[in-house]
Each structure stands twice: as C-alpha cells, then as structure tokens.
C-alpha cells in the first residue's frame, strides 16, 4: 500500500524545491501525457525534468511509448502559467497498486495544481467517433469501481469527503475552454467529440462480446487507465479535463459468420469468401498517436492558454 501521507508527499515539494527554479515550483496545470503522447510537453519554456526515480513514492513506468519523468515548465503568452507533465503513467495491469497509480496525481495537487488535463489512448465504441477523434469526455463508466477495484478504498481520511460525487467529475468550464480552443485552432468539427469513457483493468483489449456490452451500457470509448487519476484528483479537489485520442475500433462484429456454414459450403464445393480477421495492436495504438501528436498538443496548449493562471 501506498504511503499517501502528507509528510510523504510533502517530502517530494523539499526535493523538487532543490531541483527547479522558483518560477517553476508552483505548476497551476498539471498534464497527464497518454500513449505516444509525451511530446505534450515538447514546447514548455524553461523545461525541467524530473526522473520519478528521483522523487519519493513514483513507480516506474514498464509501457513502451510512455517515458519515467515529471517535466517542469511555462506555457503560454507573456511570462507563461507554470505547468507539470507526466511523461508516462501508471496503470494496474502494470502491477501497480491504484495507490500507486494515483501517486502523482496527489503530488501535483500538493505542489498547486488547480486544473488536470489528462490524455490517454482509448478505443472507440461509436462509428461516430472514428481513429484520429479527439473526444472530450463528459461522464465515465467504470465496471472496477463499482465491483470493489476503487483507487478511493480505505479508511476515511479528515481532509478527503468519505462519499465522493462523481456527478460533476469532469468540468463543465474545462470542456467549454477545451471547445472555445478548437475554434479558436479552426479544427474542423469532426476533429474533437464528446463522449463517455469506459475504464476497464485490461491488459488484455476486449473481446467482441465484452466491447457490445460497453456499447449497449452506454460508452463511447474505452481504455485502461485516466479514471482511477480522476477520482484520486476530485478527491483533492483538482477540476479535471480528460481528452482520448481514438487509436482503434474496437472490433465488435454484429453478427459472428457461422462456421458450420463455412465447412459446410467448403464439403459442398462452394467455399464461403475468407471471413476478416481483425486484431488491434499496441504498435497502431502508438503511430496514431504520434501522427496526431501535434493536434493535441495545439489543442492542450491553447486550452491551457484560455485556463490562464485562475
Ligand atoms: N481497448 C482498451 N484500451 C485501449 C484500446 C482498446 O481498444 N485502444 C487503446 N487503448
């Protein structure tokens, strides 16, 4: 189990206190960066970065196309509102604990945090959101909280509301600048939708079946990772903006070919055409992340410009 204490966390703001310059030591957004999606921080002013193995309490990231570091910096017009990344996150199909998994996200909120904008890679349930979509999302479905695999179980703590809503979990005037940043980058529509994410533990991807459910319940996307760090940071207090970039289709046939039919029609002379196989893969997840790399990173930035220092 984690050591979440306030002494412990404390204990990092003393090391990065050595290690970064005054200006950078309050970050007022914090950035989650996804798969493929480091390069966020890629245009940050004065960049410090920061190994996790220098600070107190971080795991290390095993996932390819996810880097082991906080980056440090100023983004923005005149002298810049100072921001924090992580390139590289945690996720419980590493092995790590939710504690673990939700770690930074409780530092950041100690070193000032007030907004977080994280990213991640999700597959897409919805036609209307095909590869490429950057999807706002508005609401999440998690099949691991409500089955008892919740980053927020333990022992009530003073400074954290024991029964957490979730009603408000993904703000209102965060994806209002996030839309007013599209405009303002002339993104077409279709660029950026909005949409309900479903957190699943993987590591496996879902299976036709499984990716149906989503559907029928009501996700327009889903990955693994972003919603234990979203509750760990409305736990303290932090407004939340989670931005997915679709990678994939989920692969959710509507109807399965019968293979009866197809030996049968093979016995009978008359083979049926070869039926698709379709597999996604984590080498596709990556590439169509570093292909719209650049889009998110203009969208992230601007937003982070519209957010200002409040
Ligand atoms: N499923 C779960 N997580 C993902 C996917 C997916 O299809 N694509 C990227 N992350």
Known sequence: ??????????????????????????????????????????????????????????????????????????????????????????????????????????????????????????????????????????????????????????????????FLPLSTAYSHSLRRALFHAAHQLALPASAVGEGTYAWVSGPTYESPAEGRFLRAAGASVVGMSTVPEVLAAREEGVEVCVLSLVTNFVVIPDRYRSVREEVDAELAGTPLPPSPQVEVSHEEVLAIGKEKSEVMRALVEKTIELIGKG
């Not at 960066?33 to 290390?60: D, I």
């Not at 919805?126 to 998690?142: E, K, Y």
């Not at 909280?145 to 024991?162: S, V």
């Open 1 to 162: 189990q984690q050591d979440t204490s306030l002494e412990f966390i404390a204990s990092n703001i003393d090391i990065l206190g050595t290690l970064l310059p005054e200006q950078l030591l309050k970050p007022q957004v914090g950035i989650v960066c996804g798969s493929g999606l480091s390069t966020l921080a890629a245009s940050f002013r004065e960049r410090v970065e920061v190994p996790y193995s220098s600070l107190k309490g971080f795991g290390t990231s095993t996932v390819p196309g996810h880097k082991s570091a906080l980056a440090f910096g100023l983004l923005g017009p005149a002298d810049g509102v100072p921001v924090v990344a992580m390139l590289g996150r945690f996720h419980a199909y590493e092995g790590h604990s939710l504690s673990t998994v939700v770690y930074p996200v409780r530092v950041m909120a100690r070193l000032g945090v007030k907004n977080l904008i994280i990213t991640n890679a999700a597959g897409s349930l919805d036609p209307g959101l095909p590869v490429g979509t950057i999807v706002s999302i508005r609401d999440h479905l998690a099949l691991p909280n409500l089955t008892g695999f919740n980053p927020l179980l333990g022992p009530a703590k003073p400074q954290y509301p024991r």
